[in-house]
């Protein structure tokens, strides 16, 4: 009879540890405990068991917390390290679009309308300089090869006039009137709309640079093609087109009358356009 009530008790243990039972068979196994070395020894057994193995299951759950934690904070820093280049990408296109869109205002709308102004170009082969006033132009060419070419836009007629110095060849062939009179800037970045800005902007390289003592914007597309404009007024006063290299320089509302006459042909073959 001890035996099978021994084996009742043992089997209530369990839930006895873990407080599930009722008061009633708790008062029935702790008077079975107070007289029963046994069952008094399988508890005393469970409880050590079970003590023990707490610190392995709170172990168990603290190293799974600290890897929790270092792959949050390195999931964190990876997450902040996308948010500051998406930033900083954003800002850097945010800036090359004002600029570009600014030059783009610039060529279309400021500088477009300007018609009294002196330009003189440097390149490495050739020096040019233009006078225009209104709708009248002359254009000099001096190459280093000894060669003196001008262009002269008049009111009726358009006249290219060569002189090979080396050779005393000259010779001036005159046009119809219609070829296009020049402008202030001849950029590479043709008029474009909003898309065409993104675009570009998103294609270029856009940095700072001082050109013959002026804050300077450099607009880098590739290898063969750049372009400086000041910061002040995005006016182009560097050039970079493959092999051409070409450094600018302007002077506004200086141009008189005097300035665009006629150069004088005497001794010049003259002839005509077909």
């Given at each position: ?210 050109v013959n003592g002026e804050e300077c914007y450099r607009i880098h597309l590739d290898e063969l093609f ?49």
């Amino acid at each position: 009879m001890k035996e099978k009530n021994c084996k009742v008790i043992q089997d209530l243990l369990p839930s006895y540890i873990d407080k599930l039972t009722s008061d009633e068979t708790n008062k029935y196994i702790e008077e079975h405990l107070s007289n029963c070395v046994d069952c008094s020894n399988v508890l005393n057994n469970m409880q050590e068991e079970l003590n023990s193995n707490v610190p392995k299951i709170e172990r168990r759950e603290v190293d799974y917390l600290k890897k929790f934690n270092i792959r949050l904070k390195l999931f964190k820093s990876i997450l902040m390290i996308i948010v500051i280049l998406i930033v900083l990408f954003m800002g850097n296109l945010t800036r090359k679009i004002y600029i570009i869109r600014q030059y783009d205002k610039a060529n279309t709308q400021n500088y477009s309308m300007i018609t009294n102004f002196y330009a003189k170009i440097i390149e490495e082969n050739a020096i040019v300089e233009i006078w225009r006033k209104d709708d009248i132009a002359l254009s000099k060419v001096i190459s280093t090869n000894g060669r003196i070419e001008w262009t002269y836009w008049g009111e009726d007629s358009t006249w290219t006039i060569c002189n090979e110095i080396s050779s005393n060849y000259k010779e001036a062939v005159k046009f119809p009137k219609g070829l296009p009179i020049p402008t202030v800037q001849n950029s590479l970045i043709q008029p474009l709309n909003i898309w065409g800005i993104i675009s570009f902007a998103f294609n270029s390289k856009i940095t700072t640079e001082n050109v013959n003592g002026e804050e300077c914007y450099r607009i880098h597309l590739d290898e063969l093609f750049e372009e400086y404009v000041t910061k002040k007024d995005f006016l182009m006063v560097k050039n970079i087109n493959g092999s051409s290299n070409q450094m600018i320089h302007y002077k506004f509302d200086i141009v008189t009358d005097e300035d665009l006459k006629m150069p004088d042909l005497t001794g010049y073959t003259v002839k005509e356009a077909d």
